[in-house]
Each structure stands twice: as C-alpha cells, then as structure tokens.
C-alpha cells in the first residue's frame, strides 16, 4: 500500500467466545481484521469485500488484492485466520480444519455490522482462502473424503509452510470415533446470506468439497488459475468449482503462471497479480455496484 495515512489499515483483533483459542484452550479463539475503509464518499452503505489469504499467508500480504478494490471504492476487509498465518505462528488445526475459516469471516461481519449499516458484501480469496469464499456461499467438505485424508487413507500432498502437519494433528487430537463424530462440523452448511458474489484466486481443497453442494451455488462466481500451478492444479483444485458451479465463470490467468507468482517476492510474471486484481475489482463493481 502507499505510504500515506489514508491508505493504512485500521487493525483490531476480535475474540470469537464460541470457539477456543488453539494454543490456549481457555482463551477465546483471535481473528485479526485489517480494515481499509472506502476511498470515495458515496451515498449509502459502501460495498464490503472481505480478503481471505492463502494457507500460511496473512491478510497484512494481500496487498495486490486488497488494493485494487481499495482503489475502486470498496470497503476492504482482510483477515489473519488463527493457526494458518504467520504473524502469530502455525498450529496443525490452522491447516486442517479448514471449515474454520469461514467462520472467522461471518464473525467479522456480524462484528462490522454491530458498528455499521453492511453495504452489498463480496469475498474474494487466494488459495486455501477460495475456498473459504466458496464455503460462504455453500460448498461444503465431503466428510468421507475428509476421514480418509486424516487417517492416511488418501495421501495429502505436504504442506510446505508446516511439513508434518497431519502427525501434529493426530498428537493433539487421537482418531477414534468420538473424534470422527466431532467432524460432523465441516461438512455443516457454513453459507453466509449477506455474501452476493466471491472470485477466487488458485483456489484450494476443490477435491474435497462436495459436487452436490456446489451445485447449489447461486451467487456469482470468478475464477482465475496459473496454468502451470503444481500446488492447486487446475484438474484436482479449480475444474471442481469451475463445473459444478452452475454461476462460474473464470479463465486461465496465463499458461505459465505458478501457484508462487501470486505471492513471491520476485514472481517469475510480475504483471498476474496486477491483471488479476483489477479483474477482481471489476468483477465485485459489476455484481456489488
């Protein structure tokens, strides 16, 4: 972000009580928001759109999304979901218990909306965070597929920001079936109504969530992808939401761009995050207002 004071976030961390903190089970569970509000007075509410990051990323990194939307006049909301950013460090649930994050989004807008009158609200989401976004608007985990993962029946591919994160997670958490019952929660439906359009950036866990869900979609959907993404390849991550999603709409972002380019600090395309951003911008303007 320029450096000015207009343009800095305002940052504040909420406390979800209905959730445990997971480092401290007697705490109640942290959400840090960064908030930029609109940058152009208009009448009425402003449109919100929320930024959730990728798996081990921090809302504090996505600028490149968050600034275009910025610059086109949303209030921009981003997220630090607990256990999956770097800020306060990596806990196996972070990157596990996926379902979680879409939570923390619903929290934070019932939190915004105790303040204020919301305006229409969009989610637009990188990696682990298109998913989030979809879980916003109905997707949902298939719980067997889930099982599987967790017991080692389906392989999960290694998780670079947290190699081992499966063993951790058995340490913390015995499998048996008391704990099979209590993953009932990720296959809940976790839509949230205020959502009225989410784009999606290489987005992850397309191969864990259920067609039948999807199909139920009803907002409007974009959806952009590298062409040469080894972390989120198109088959296994994004052609599940791109053709079950009867509103989604996406393109390839370039046949060479990498699931990295959308983060790294020296992307091998440096213009994807830009083009990608402004089509988000677009995108929320034509179906937000």
Same mark, same amino acid.
């Given at each position: 972000m320029p450096n000015s004071e207009q343009t800095q976030p305002l940052i504040r961390v909420l406390h979800d009580e209905s959730r445990r903190d997971l480092r401290d089970p007697t705490r109640p569970r942290p959400i840090r928001l960064y908030l930029w509000e609109q940058s152009r007075p208009q009448d009425g509410p402003a449109p919100v759109v929320v930024v959730s990051h990728g798996t081990g990323g921090s809302g504090s990194s996505m600028e490149w999304l968050v600034r275009p939307l910025y610059e086109a006049g949303f209030q921009v909301l981003a997220l630090d979901h607990h256990g999956n950013n770097y800020v306060d460090g990596y806990e196996p649930e972070g990157f596990l218990h996926v379902w979680e994050r879409?939570?923390?989004?619903? *929290?934070a807008l019932d939190e915004l909306a105790r303040e204020q009158v919301l305006?229409?609200?969009?989610?637009?989401?990188?990696?682990?965070?298109?998913?989030?976004?979809?879980?916003?608007?109905?997707?949902?985990?298939?719980?067997?597929?889930?099982?599987?993962?967790?017991?080692?029946?389906?392989?999960?591919?290694e998780i670079p920001e *947290?190699?081992?994160?499966?063993?951790?997670?058995?340490?913390?958490?015995?499998?048996?079936?008391?704990?099979?019952?209590?993953?009932?929660?990720?296959?809940?439906d976790l839509s949230d109504p205020r959502v009225r359009a989410i784009f999606q950036v290489a987005p992850g866990v397309g191969g864990l969530v259920t067609p039948e869900s999807l199909a139920t979609v009803r907002v409007p959907v974009g959806i952009r992808w590298g062409g040469a993404d080894t972390v989120n390849p198109y088959d296994v991550d994004t052609r599940p939401y791109l053709e079950h999603i009867p509103t989604a709409r996406?393109?390839?972002?370039?046949?060479?761009?990498?699931?990295?380019? *959308?983060?790294?600090?020296?992307?091998?395309?440096?213009?994807?995050?830009?083009?990608v951003g402004r089509e988000a911008a677009a995108f929320f303007q034509q179906h937000l207002g």
């Open positions: 879409p939570r923390d989004v619903s *929290f305006g229409p609200v969009g989610v637009a989401g990188f990696s682990l965070g298109g998913y989030t976004a979809a879980a916003l608007a109905g997707a949902r985990v298939d719980l067997q597929m889930l099982w599987a993962v967790l017991t080692g029946t389906l392989p999960l591919p *947290f190699p081992g994160a499966l063993e951790a997670l058995r340490k913390k958490y015995p499998l048996n079936e008391s704990s099979r019952h209590a993953l009932d929660a990720a296959a809940a996406g393109c390839s972002a370039g046949p060479d761009v990498r699931h990295d380019d *959308f983060f790294a600090p020296e992307p091998a395309d440096p213009t994807v995050r830009i083009r």
